[in-house]
């Protein structure tokens, strides 16, 4: 199914040396000869497991790291030594953003989820036997492997970032406890060679000059199957109205079916989107004390418009960006003490605030703590092996 980065958008609303050799998948006659990362990528995509195996890596965390997981390290691990391949590679270039109606990007964001998922299954396996050192390598490469995929590209790549951070996140928090210093403190270095992560809007401005010629296409498509109760058109307006009363979310579709079957006015919404877009760029570009203003006013001007869901949700964008900027600052935080001890919570600044980070003892274990909130609830980072309670 050929599916527009915004669909995807609307529906996803992504140093040391180890004196033992690990049994896990190390190393691999695997070898691609190129000096693109992406082609690397391309082919290690091919040694990924088939849909059998795929509830393993969906539930890597929980996996059992028993002899019929290193079984299938062992089997996969082609997969493995390309990714590190790739991430050893510095040029990494996807090619064109936009091919008929489609992102190209949608194509790779499967199968990248999958070797991630994959990588973190053997980084358990290695913590298992010891290896800590070969653990935070990878780790390290998963973080190149995060600026890699997006390179250049559409939002819905950006996107796709911020799900493997998480899964860094959570694995470097669950594991720090058994990774020596000299670990801890290699793997601070590659964390802060890495580049900061793009903003949404300069991903934004990128996709711009494609939004019309993609509509362009798929207004050549048959208007009844796009508006069907199936079709592309209405699940994006299902999707994004779920919590709205059936009389809004039916007048909604009403008024798309009303624009979208009209070749004059669907031309002239089409031609009206990118101004709202570069309108949402400069919102989400406003100091904080503009924005909340600024936002409310375009954010009922979009709600207006009858392809709306073609524009990015701005509050989403903005609440991600600062949602993320503070698990960065989790992460950072979190290999601060490691290193220095509990005391470097004092030099630290909550970016959603003007204090630090609170520190709250739990246990065998911390938990690091901002004064921001998403969706109700206080963002937080358990730092120390999984709490059994939770279990």
């Not at 992560?197 to 048959?222: G, I, N, Q």
């Not at 109760?229 to 059936?246: A, H, K, L, V, W």
């Not at 993320?324 to 970016?351: C, M, W």
């Given at each position: 199914?050929?599916?527009?980065a915004?669909?995807l958008?609307?529906l996803?609303?992504?140093?040391c040396t180890?004196?033992k ?7 691999s ?5 190129s ?8 082919q290690a995509?091919t040694?990924?497991p088939d ?5 393993l890596?969906?539930?890597w965390?929980d ?5 019929s ?5 062992k089997?996969h691990a082609?997969a493995?030594s390309?990714?590190?391949q790739?991430?050893?590679t510095?040029?990494c ?6 091919e008929?109606?489609?992102y ?7 199968p ?15 913590m298992?036997e010891g ?5 935070y390598?990878?780790m ?10 997006a390179?250049?590209?559409s939002?819905v790549a950006?996107?796709?970032?911020d ?9 470097v ?6 990774a020596?210093q000299?670990?801890?403190r290699a793997?601070?270095?590659a964390?802060?060679?890495q580049p ?12 711009l ?13 048959d208007?009844e199957k ?13 999707f ?9 979310r039916d007048?909604r579709?009403?008024?798309t ?5 009209d070749?004059q006015?669907r ?5 009206s989107l990118?101004e709202?877009?570069?309108?949402t760029?400069?919102?989400l570009?406003?100091p ?9 006013a375009l954010?009922k ?6 392809l ?6 701005v ?8 949602t993320?900027?503070?698990?960065r600052a ?6 601060s003490i490691?290193i ?7 030099n ?11 520190y709250?003892q ?8 901002s ?7 206080q963002?937080?980072?358990?730092i120390?092996h999984?709490?059994p309670?939770a279990q």
């Amino acid at each position: 199914m050929k599916l527009t980065a915004l669909i995807l958008l609307a529906l996803t609303v992504a140093s040391c040396t180890s004196t033992k050799a690990p049994t896990t998948a190390a190393s691999s006659s695997a070898a691609v000869t190129s000096t693109n990362a992406a082609d690397i990528y391309r082919q290690a995509f091919t040694h990924l497991p088939d849909a059998d195996h795929d509830r393993l890596l969906r539930t890597w965390d929980d996996a059992p790291l028993d002899d019929s997981t290193k079984a299938f390290l062992k089997e996969h691990a082609e997969a493995i030594s390309l990714f590190r391949q790739a991430t050893a590679t510095e040029h990494c270039d996807w090619g064109n953003i936009v091919e008929g109606r489609t992102y190209t990007a949608t194509a790779r964001l499967a199968p990248s989820r999958q070797l991630a998922a994959l990588v973190h299954l053997n980084i358990s396996m290695l913590m298992k036997e010891g290896h800590a050192d070969q653990a935070y390598e990878d780790m390290a490469r998963l973080l190149t492997m995060t600026h890699q995929i997006a390179v250049n590209d559409s939002l819905v790549a950006r996107f796709s970032t911020d799900a493997e951070f998480d899964a860094i996140l959570t694995q470097v928090a669950q594991t720090l406890p058994d990774a020596p210093q000299m670990v801890v403190r290699a793997f601070n270095r590659a964390w802060k060679s890495q580049p900061a992560p793009e903003a949404y809007t300069a991903a934004m401005r990128r996709e711009l000059p494609h939004l019309k010629p993609v509509l362009a296409e798929v207004s050549k498509e048959d208007p009844e199957k796009l508006l069907a109760r199936d079709g592309e058109i209405s699940m994006m307006i299902s999707f994004g109205t779920m919590n709205e009363p059936q009389e809004e979310r039916d007048a909604r579709i009403q008024r798309t079916r009303e624009t979208w079957l009209d070749p004059q006015k669907r031309q002239a919404a089409i031609d009206s989107l990118p101004e709202l877009w570069e309108e949402t760029i400069k919102v989400l570009e406003l100091p904080a004390y503009k924005y909340q203003a600024a936002s409310t006013a375009l954010r009922k001007k979009i709600d207006a418009h009858p392809l709306y869901f073609f524009v990015p949700p701005v509050q989403q964008l903005h609440d991600r960006t600062q949602t993320y900027t503070v698990r960065r600052a989790f992460l950072q935080t979190a290999l601060s003490i490691a290193i220095e001890g509990k005391e470097a919570i004092a030099n630290t600044t909550d970016p959603a605030g003007e204090g630090p980070l609170q520190y709250v003892q739990a246990g065998d274990a911390y938990e690091l703590r901002s004064i921001l909130e998403t969706n109700g609830h206080q963002e937080r980072q358990r730092i120390g092996h999984p709490d059994p309670a939770a279990q």
